[in-house]
């Protein structure tokens, strides 16, 4: 059976501490936009920490919540695609082909999670910082967009290591940055296909939602959480 | 309206933003825009020039000059296979370029008498290694990421993308690897045709 990744975010372990984030920057060779360009909106992270508070000071609750692409089974941004580079893979994942992108912006617009992003410049390091790109992932130019790809070259050599080896791929053998960096072991990713992984069967737990579940965008992420990200906290 | 007077106007134009006053930050801001656009101390993927993108455009490229007059046709006579040099092809990504040491194994012992085998043993007494120029690449914007490994697994021959090594003295490319072409052997060999298996 095909592979249908997904990911669980347990948000009562998060601790907030954007390792994640830092990760998938390293990983992805996302560029930094400085603070002029962010002010204008043109920040990029794939993926984000947005912190919520909850009361007032002294008394206050603080939580954490990392989004990053949902990879939604019926994606508001494949539809609006007039170039096809947003699709849906056979494995699920919501693909962004940068070189059929021709910047239309109009996926952004109709992402309603806010986790896609346009390069307005070439992206740009200090030298020699160039020479830490990971290889393995394409440096986006000016005028496409880019997004989180669930680390596809990470789940591209996990296979290929599975069959030079010659064995089935194990759950747990495929790790995105930002789940190998998190140290509370947050964010689980696998094989919703499987229903042995851990990500399937804590898709299903009791503790799960998922982000804007009645616009029907179908996502691929689960959010655990001890109680209901929209109702006041009765404890 | 004449065109000295379109000039002038420019021309004031163009000094009257230079002087107007700048913020410390907006004048840092001035410094890394006009290095977005390629000088030497940033990396971008931008072009440098007009001649530059052009040459890529119309996929004109120098062919490598190598460190080292090194001979695949010679050491393909002796019987040697492709792996015992590019040793990561089977097992990873990249095939792998040989260093000073991988030469050094053999050459060693064997004809240590030929001029070339006592100038790279001049070279390893000396520290220095091969800084080999790649002869197959993608240009930059066509976002290709190619695995050699699942290549091999599925049988298919080096030759196929990379010519007959046992005719070529320095490899040369000898092949035209566009995306019909790739598209074409996933076609026969039922291989994917998704974009994401090749573009990331």
């Known amino acids: 059976m ?22 998938c920057h390293a990983e992805n060779n996302i560029p ?8 204008r909106g043109r920040a990029m992270h794939w993926l984000r920490v947005e912190r919520y508070w909850e009361g007032d000071f002294p008394d206050v609750k603080v939580k954490f919540k990392p989004v990053m692409c949902q990879h939604c089974d019926n994606a508001p941004c494949e539809a609006v695609c007039p170039t096809y580079a947003s699709h849906q893979t056979d494995e699920g994942l919501n693909a962004q082909v940068y070189n059929r992108c021709i910047g239309t912006r109009y996926c952004a617009n109709a992402c309603s999670y806010n986790v896609r992003f346009f390069n307005f410049f070439n992206p740009q390091w200090e030298k020699p910082l160039h020479l830490q790109l990971n ?7 000016v005028g496409v967009m880019e997004k989180c790809t669930f680390c596809v070259q990470r789940i591209k050599s996990g296979k290929t290591a599975a069959k030079a080896d010659g064995r089935e791929l194990q759950d747990g053998d495929i790790q995105p940055a930002c789940v190998q960096s998190c140290p509370a072991g947050a964010i689980i990713f696998g094989d919703l296909n499987d229903p042995e992984s851990r990500a399937a069967r804590l898709t299903h737990s009791p503790r799960g939602t998922k982000l804007l579940e009645d616009e029907g965008t179908e996502p691929k992420v689960t959010y655990l959480q001890r109680q209901s990200w929209n109702e006041p906290d009765t404890q | ?10 021309a004031l134009g163009a000094t009257a933003c230079v002087d107007a006053p700048f913020s410390e930050r907006q004048q840092a801001e001035r410094v890394l825009q006009r290095s977005r656009w390629g000088t030497s101390s940033v990396y971008t993927p931008a072009r440098t020039g007009l001649a530059d993108a052009a040459r890529t455009h119309f996929g004109l490229r120098a ?8 001979s695949h046709r010679v050491h393909l006579a002796q019987e040697m296979a492709c792996t015992d040099c590019h040793q990561g092809v089977e097992s990873g990504p990249r095939a792998g370029l040989p260093g000073m040491n991988t030469c050094m194994t053999c050459h060693a012992a064997i004809a240590t008498e030929k001029p070339l085998v006592q100038a790279m043993t001049k070279m390893q007494a000396e520290g220095r290694d091969f800084a080999w120029a790649r002869v197959y690449d993608y240009p930059r914007e066509a976002h290709v990421r190619f695995e050699h490994a699942p ?9 196929t993308c990379h010519g007959d090594m046992r005719q070529q003295d320095v490899a040369r490319r000898v092949v035209d690897m566009d995306m019909a072409f790739c598209v074409n052997c996933h076609k026969q060999q039922q291989a994917s045709n998704d974009c994401l298996t090749c573009h990331y």
């Open chain 1, 2 to 23: 095909a592979h249908r990744w997904g990911m669980v975010v347990d948000l009562d372990k998060c601790t907030g501490c954007e390792a994640c984030v830092t990760a």
């Open chain 2, 151 to 159: 290549h091999i697994r599925a049988k298919v021959e080096c030759s």
């Open chain 1, 32 to 39: 930094t936009a400085g603070a002029v360009e962010a002010g």
């Open chain 2, 1 to 10: 309206m004449p065109a000295w007077l379109v000039l002038t106007l420019l």
């Open chain 2, 63 to 70: 062919e490598p000059v190598q460190p080292f007059a090194y």
């Open chain 1, 135 to 141: 290889p393995d992932v394409s440096v986006r130019e």
